[in-house]
C-alpha cells in the first residue's frame, strides 16, 4: 500500500454536472499530481499541485480545475461533465525537490459520465 | 504524434520465456525514463528507471538509447504473475515532475 488514499472508489454522473474526487497525499509528501486514464489508454497529467498553488497543466479546458489544502491532501474538480470525461483519476504524491522523486499513486476512482 | 509510443500487445506468452518490450519518446530533451507496471483496474507501480548504462533488477533489464530516443524492457523467465499492463514513463523537464505515459503494452502469460 502507497498510503495515497483516494474518494470516492467510483462515481456514476450526468452529461452537465459537476464532481469533486478528492485525494489524501502518502505521509510527508508535499506534491499532488493528478491523472487521467480513459480505457486502453495510460494516464494523462491534468495538473500538479505544490504549497497550495498549482504548479503545471496538462492539455487539459478549465472546467478542470483543483484544490491543495494546508496538509497537502488535494481536490480535483470538474465542472460540465462530458461523456469523454469518463475515465479513472488518479492522483499521485511525491516529494518536491532536485531531481526526480518517486511518485505514489492512489487506487484511483472511475467517474463514469452517462 | 504522441509523445511516448509503445507496442500495443498484447504478448501471449508461455512461463519461461523471454519478452522484450519497446518504447520511443519524440521529445529529445527529456530527462528521465521509467517502466511502471499497472495491474487490471489497479494504480501504477515503478517498476525500475532506466540509465543509460543499462540497468538490472534481477530477471527485468531496462535499456536507454538516447540517440535513438529509445527505451526497451527485457523480462527473462516469465512468470504467471508477470501479467499486467507495462507502461513506459519519460520525464520531458518543464520544472515539475510530470510523468508522460505510453499506452501501455499488456503482458499475458500463460502456464
Known amino acids: 500500500e502507497t498510503g495515497v488514499t483516494q474518494s470516492p472508489t467510483h462515481l456514476i454522473k450526468t452529461r452537465g454536472q459537476q464532481v469533486t474526487l478528492r485525494c489524501s497525499s502518502q505521509s510527508g509528501h508535499n506534491t499532488v499530481s493528478w491523472y487521467q486514464q480513459a480505457l486502453g489508454q495510460g494516464p494523462q497529467f491534468i495538473f500538479q499541485?505544490?504549497?497550495?498553488?498549482e504548479n503545471g497543466r496538462g492539455n487539459f479546458p478549465p472546467r478542470f480545475s483543483g484544490l491543495q489544502f494546508p496538509n497537502y491532501s488535494s481536490e480535483l474538480n470538474v465542472n460540465a461533465l462530458e461523456l469523454d470525461d469518463s475515465a479513472l483519476y488518479l492522483c499521485?504524491?511525491?516529494?518536491w525537490g532536485q531531481g526526480f522523486y518517486e511518485q505514489y499513486f492512489g487506487p484511483g476512482t472511475r467517474l463514469t459520465v452517462t | 504524434r504522441k509523445e511516448v509510443e509503445q507496442d500495443p500487445g498484447p504478448f501471449n506468452v508461455p512461463e519461461g520465456a523471454t519478452v522484450a518490450f519497446n518504447c520511443t519518446y519524440s521529445?529529445?530533451?527529456?530527462?528521465?525514463f521509467f517502466w511502471y507496471r499497472q495491474d487490471c483496474r489497479k494504480e501504477p507501480k515503478l517498476l525500475m528507471s532506466v540509465y543509460s548504462s543499462g540497468n538490472e533488477d534481477g530477471r527485468f533489464t531496462a535499456q536507454l538509447n538516447r540517440a535513438s530516443q529509445y527505451i526497451s524492457l527485457l523480462i527473462r523467465d516469465s512468470k504467471l504473475s508477470d501479467s499486467a499492463t507495462y507502461l513506459c514513463v519519460v520525464i520531458s523537464g518543464g520544472g515539475y515532475n510530470k510523468l508522460i505515459f505510453g499506452a501501455g503494452t499488456r503482458l499475458a502469460v500463460h502456464p
Open positions: 499521485a504524491s511525491s516529494l
Open positions: 499541485y505544490y504549497r497550495e498553488e
Open positions: 521529445n529529445s530533451a527529456s530527462q528521465s
